[in-house]
Nanobody, 121 residues
Framework: QVQLVESGGGLVQAGGSLRLSCAAS????????MGWYRQAPGKQRELVAT???????NYADSVKGRFTISRDNAKNTIYLQMNDLKPEDTAVYYC???????????????WGQGTQVTVSS
């Protein structure tokens, strides 16, 4: 009932910028926290940034000051503005939504298919 579609990934040189988007859609659901995670080959998936319905954000230390997460609650869409990209930012970026299907007592995590971000030296 919840589908997440990411877009905006690509190849950039170090110091460049990209803007990722993730739109959640479906029927009869509500979303609390949305966020971005990333996973590089051979590494664990890690938190990049999250944005709660109440407007609270948090960022991984490695991206603070460079990345900005924003959210359009009406559209169930989040964005990740990535500036001053570094080669170590190279990863598949996944959108995440903590959502509840109407009528269910608990929330679950839903994931997009991911979008590749590659930063060249």
């Amino acid at each position: 009932q919840v589908q997440l579609v990411e877009s905006g990934g690509g190849l950039v040189q170090a110091g460049g910028s990209l803007r990722l988007s993730c739109a959640a859609s479906g029927s009869r659901f509500s979303i609390n926290t949305m966020g971005w995670y990333r996973q590089a080959p051979g590494k664990q998936r890690e938190l990049v940034a999250t944005f709660t319905t109440g407007g609270r954000t948090n960022y991984a230390d490695s991206v603070k000051g460079r990345f900005t997460i924003s959210r359009d609650n009406a559209k169930n869409t989040i964005y990740l503005q990535m500036n001053d990209l570094k080669p170590e930012d190279t990863a598949v970026y996944y959108c995440n939504a903590n959502a509840a299907i109407w009528g269910r007592p608990v929330r679950d995590d839903y994931w997009g298919q991911g979008t590749q971000v590659t930063v060249s030296s």
